[in-house]
């Protein structure tokens, strides 16, 4: 079992390595600090956290572990020390350094780790008030132990017994201390001073309990206005109302039946009705169940669904859209939404409407940070741990361009921003051999063995052009039948998914890659000339290490000019040729491409605005946002002058920004 040595607390990581701008508190910080390297626990814990295929579990936490090894050492000790006659110094010694490391414990936790710690997410309520009621009886009988070793004919007649002790300590913490008790409680007695210390520390407790159930009593946080727009409570109507609008209400209302009515909404519905935002995208759900159960209450109503990357479970719908049904359990060891939603990378993200009762729950930093435009993530979050994936980075980059929003300023975003650029620069400096030779490597495992295989379309244009952004997908045929390719996944065990047409996207460390495979009796060549735009007819082989050309004008693509594979549009169906012009519009804009007459032809033609087609229309302006096109009114002005009307160029247009 691998020991997490950072755990140690020797290591000034974290919030003991912040600064604040108060100089006391910096000092308080650093005392604590040294008091926690006196405590026994602290050194001991680290070694029941355990770690499995490089992710580290804590469950049980490490601060159940510490209340749990403290009662059990302190009152082991207790009872040896009242059963023997000459009772150990190192007892009492013991006593006393739990009694200090208590001390130290609440005021990290309740003074120092809301300062230092700014991505801190409190407990719930009832752990917390668990917590300090637990180590409130952990007192008692520390100072039982002190009172028997040290004191034991101090406080009454006779020699004191385990029983009383106990009662002479629990008398002593609530401040009830009498003459009848204790015969040595005058003032000038340095032996009462024991149980006076005593009585302050359990004034201390006492208020930490009162003021923990007064102060987080509430879970639910309501906002009166967020911008002057929306309350919460309206966001949530909003977001029900959208998704019935488009359609969508059919397929949530069987899976609310299936989850029995405890369907929550999460994710970027929820978030862009808060902010009063129009939106179309992809249907995130979680429920208080495991992936087991989740698993079959789909399977027993008949829902068919693929495992999607973050472990949850999606269901595919007839537009091509897709919902994403996670459990509390991926998040959190229980049942609670709420703690699952302080699981959430970004607290942007932290807000849930339950889908049948419209009921809204969110987190205090969400409430925070709508207000502020900020984005935060959490450095306890569960993929924060292991390690932020690509397209968590791209989705963190979305909220500050695309949404306007501001960095959180924590070494969290220094963090980011400096793992951000590190994946700029490695992708910049390549040339474009090497940066396909580099994917082909990345790839090479997820190819069945013999099978050539060929990176296609974007992420080859991309690179040719000198504009390869580090979140481009990487879109590979591979010569081999589907289901030999499932297989051969099934063997290497990558983290993949099913898209809508059954065939795998996979997540790797850096990069997002799509295989699609050849039909039987289809060529590479005779593959690429079913694409739409000629600037994509290009293949990088794998095994060959070359690029291959064959139906491409290599002199379009360097002199940028865009043209529509029209023969293949003539036998596409609609929505399809919609979506090629909407993509046109962003080849358009990404590349500074010039507009052809195929290109003139397919903008000016009408487009059927669908739920599917706004959410790819979305996808693609946050993308040419991340690419730092920001200004598009020259390009805009550019190709409405060379086509005229057009909806698609409208469409993107109003999308532009986050549309009210």
């Known amino acids: 079992m691998p020991i997490n040595s950072k755990k140690f607390p020797y290591h000034k990581t974290g919030q003991w390595s912040e600064k604040s701008e108060f ?34 579990y804590s469950r049980p936490h490490v601060t159940d572990i510490y209340v749990v090894l403290t009662a059990a050492f302190t009152l082991i000790f207790l009872v040896i020390a009242a059963s023997l006659s000459v009772r150990p110094v190192f007892f009492g010694i013991w006593a006393l350094v739990f009694i200090v490391d208590s001390i130290q414990y609440q005021l990290r936790t309740v003074l120092l780790r809301p300062v230092f710690h700014k991505n801190y997410s409190p407990y719930s309520t009832e752990r917390t008030l668990i917590i ?9 009988v520390a100072f039982s132990l002190i009172y028997i070793v040290w004191f034991p004919v101090s406080f009454t007649t006779d020699a004191l017994s385990l029983i009383t002790a106990i009662v002479f300590s629990t008398a002593a913490i609530v401040a009830n201390i009498s003459a009848d008790v204790c015969k040595t409680c005058d003032a000038t007695s340095t032996t009462a001073l024991i149980p006076a210390f005593e009585a302050l520390i359990g004034v201390f407790y006492f208020g930490l309990i009162i003021s923990t159930a007064i102060g987080r009593a509430r879970q639910i946080v309501a906002l009166d206005r967020i911008d002057g727009s929306l309350t919460l409570q309206e966001s949530a109507k909003t ?3 959208a998704l019935t609008r488009y359609g969508y209400d059919n397929e949530l209302d069987k899976l609310a039946t299936v989850f029995d009515d405890k369907l929550w909404i999460v994710g970027g519905w929820v978030r862009n009705a808060a902010l009063g935002y129009k939106y179309a995208g992809d249907i995130d759900c979680i429920v208080p169940f495991t992936v087991e159960d989740i698993n079959k209450r789909l399977v027993r109503l008949g829902f068919k669904s693929t495992r999607t990357s973050f472990g949850g479970h999606r269901v595919y719908l007839n537009d091509g859209n897709y919902i994403d ?28 409407v339950n889908y049948r ?18 984005v935060r993530v959490r450095s306890g979050a569960r993929y924060r741990r292991e390690g932020m994936p690509i397209y968590l980075f791209r989705d963190y980059e979305t909220l500050i361009n695309y949404y306007d929003f501001s960095p959180s300023a924590d070494s969290e975003h220094e963090k980011i921003n400096a793992e951000i650029l590190e994946l700029k620069e ?13 994917a082909s490597k990345q790839i090479q495992f997820l190819l069945p063995e013999k099978k050539q295989g060929w990176i296609v379309r974007g992420f080859v244009r991309a690179t040719y052009l000198g504009e390869l952004q580090y979140w481009d997908d990487i879109d590979v045929i591979v010569d081999a039948r589907n289901e030999e390719l499932l297989k051969h996944l099934a063997i290497v065990f990558p983290n993949y998914t099913l898209n809508y047409f059954g065939h795998p996207k996979v997540f790797l460390d850096k990069a997002r890659v799509d295989i699609w495979t050849l039909q039987e009796g289809e ?16 293949a990088w082989s794998v095994n060959g ?34 979506y090629c012009a909407i993509k046109s519009v962003y080849l358009l804009i990404r590349h500074q491409f010039t507009v052809t007459e195929s290109v003139r032809r397919l903008l000016k033609r009408n487009i059927a605005i669908t739920p599917f087609l706004l959410k790819n229309t979305i996808r693609l302006v946050k993308d040419l946002h991340l690419c730092g096109r920001i200004c598009i009114e020259d390009t805009i002005g550019y190709i409405r002058k060379e086509v005229g009307p057009s909806e698609a160029i409208s469409l993107f247009e109003s999308y532009w920004k986050p549309s009210k």
């Open 132 to 140: 300090l009621v637990t180590q409130f009886l952990h007192t008692i």
């Open 523 to 538: 060529t590479i060549d005779s593959a690429m000339s079913k694409f739409c735009h000629n600037v994509d007819m290009l």
């Open 239 to 241: 977001t029900l109302n």
């Open 325 to 352: 049904v996670m459990g509390t359990y991926e998040y959190v060891d229980s049942t609670d939404i709420l703690k699952a939603l302080r699981g959430f990378n970004f607290s942007a993200n932290s807000v849930a």
């Open 426 to 438: 490695s992708v910049n400096h390549l040339s474009f051999d090497d940066a396909m030779k580099s």
């Open 545 to 578: 290490a070359s690029l291959e050309t064959t139906g491409m004008n290599m002199r379009e693509l360097e002199d940028r000019l865009l043209t529509i594979n029209e023969q293949i549009l003539s036998n596409t169906k609609s929505s399809d040729i919609d």
């Open 357 to 374: 009762t419209k009921r809204l729950l969110c987190t205090s930093d969400f409430e925070h940070d709508m207000r502020t435009r900020t």
């Open 23 to 56: 100089w006391i508190l910096n000092g308080v910080r650093d005392i604590v600090w040294l008091l926690r390297l006196l405590s026994p626990i602290s050194w001991v814990s680290p070694f029941f956290q355990r770690s499995e295929n490089g992710r580290s």
